[in-house]
């Protein structure tokens, strides 16, 4: 069954992990994390591990694709590294603008049950496409976006019948590769574009371009070449050219939008107030209540509860450790319904942590 047509695709504003308790929720859990086998030996060496969520389950995702992701997709990512002699991990699930809301819902209920496997003590995010957290793009030299999603990937044709797609490079500390309409109102003076025609590569400067897009340019345009053994030729050109074969490509010719239309390289702009709120179940019911504004001070954290910060960087979400069950289980759901009711932009990251673990950034905020 193909998923992305025959559901309806993800309004990034709705909670995905507030369908926890659902028939979906039961489904995904039925079958307790130990008898995953995506999940054997996970956690255990140090590097990456991804899988796409196909049909309510984690596949693994084949290594020599990681990097690429697929806009109409969800995945799981962990990566497990060594910090002062010990193992960590840190859980993502990264969820593609053009996912389904199943698909969504299925990769944050498989990323708590990956955590559950491993102790309960790994770091987890929610990523959002396009909005990734710093930690996330950190893992890969490169990420590319492209068009589609399980139906359009891993369909290996000869160089000379690769459908022409373009890409666009744009970035400054993490440099992203997307796929974009292939048309010449999708390019501005501010990127660098590649147009892959199968056996032709061109890469297409914009007149205000930076130097490091331009160079990450010819990276992806020779792993394209790398992949296809060599074949395809690449050709650099420049906006002043006015490269004829380049626009011929394209499908027409036409005014270059300017770089301010290609967006900002940086960061979007970070607000500056932070709120603390408590979510506990010690009144016999969960509450979830504001317990700190601007100035916090970290004597209020509580072992027994669970605290959900609004950094102005995304939601931190600290688990004590003695939560209850029940406190844990409904972080997520009520960071998730916070940023829905608050107003906050549907992509807000969501970064969860245990009490002790590596939560630098959290301790941060306080005085």
């Not at 996912?99 to 496997?117: N, Q, R």
């Not at 160079?215 to 030729?233: C, H, T």
């Not at 509450?287 to 939601?315: A, M, Q, Y």
């Not at 688990?319 to 406190?327: D, L, M, N, P």
Request: net charge neutral; charged share 30%; proline share 3%.
């Amino acid at each position: 069954m193909n998923l992305a047509t025959e559901t309806p695709t993800l309004d990034i504003a709705q909670s995905n992990i507030a369908q926890l308790g659902s028939e979906l929720d039961k489904k995904c859990r039925s079958d307790k994390a130990a008898l995953e086998d995506q999940w054997k030996d996970c956690g255990k060496t140090e590097g990456v591990k991804i899988w796409r969520i196909e049909n309510y389950k984690p596949v693994a995702w084949p290594t020599s694709e990681y990097g690429k992701f697929y806009e109409g997709d969800s995945y799981v990512v962990l990566r497990t590294y060594s910090l002062d002699g010990a193992l960590m991990n840190d859980i993502h699930f990264w969820l593609g603008q053009k996912t389904t809301i199943d698909e969504s819902a299925t990769a944050g209920f498989k990323a708590t049950e990956l955590d559950d496997y491993l102790g309960g003590n790994p770091t987890v995010y929610r990523e959002v496409q396009g909005y990734e957290t710093e930690n996330f793009n950190n893992i890969f030299p490169t990420i590319t976006i492209l068009s589609g999603g399980i139906d359009s990937s891993f369909k290996r044709v000869e160089p000379g019948k690769y459908r022409n797609r373009l890409l666009q490079v744009k970035g400054k500390k993490n440099i992203r590769v997307s796929e974009v309409p292939l048309t010449y109102r999708a390019l501005n003076s501010g990127d660098v574009f590649i147009l892959d025609a199968g056996l032709k590569l061109i890469s297409w400067n914009g007149s205000k371009s930076a130097s490091f897009e331009r160079n990450k340019g010819s990276e992806v345009a020779n792993a394209i070449k790398s992949d296809r053994l060599g074949k395809p030729e690449i050709k650099v050109t420049n906006e002043a050219d006015q490269d004829e074969e380049f626009f011929k490509l394209l499908g027409g010719v036409g005014p270059i939008s300017d770089a301010a239309s290609g967006g900002s390289d940086l960061e979007s702009d970070r607000r500056t107030s932070k709120t603390l709120f408590r979510l506990s179940d010690s009144s016999g019911k969960l509450e979830f209540k504001e317990v700190g504004k601007n100035k916090l001070n970290r004597g209020v954290l509580d072992t027994n509860d669970v605290f959900l910060l609004d950094s102005g960087l995304g939601i931190l979400v600290w688990v004590g450790r003695k939560a209850s069950i029940a406190e844990r289980k409904k972080a997520f759901t009520f960071a998730s319904e916070y940023i829905s009711k608050s107003g906050l932009p549907p992509f807000t990251p969501v970064i969860r942590f245990i009490e002790g673990g590596d939560n630098r950034l959290f301790e941060s905020f306080f005085h």
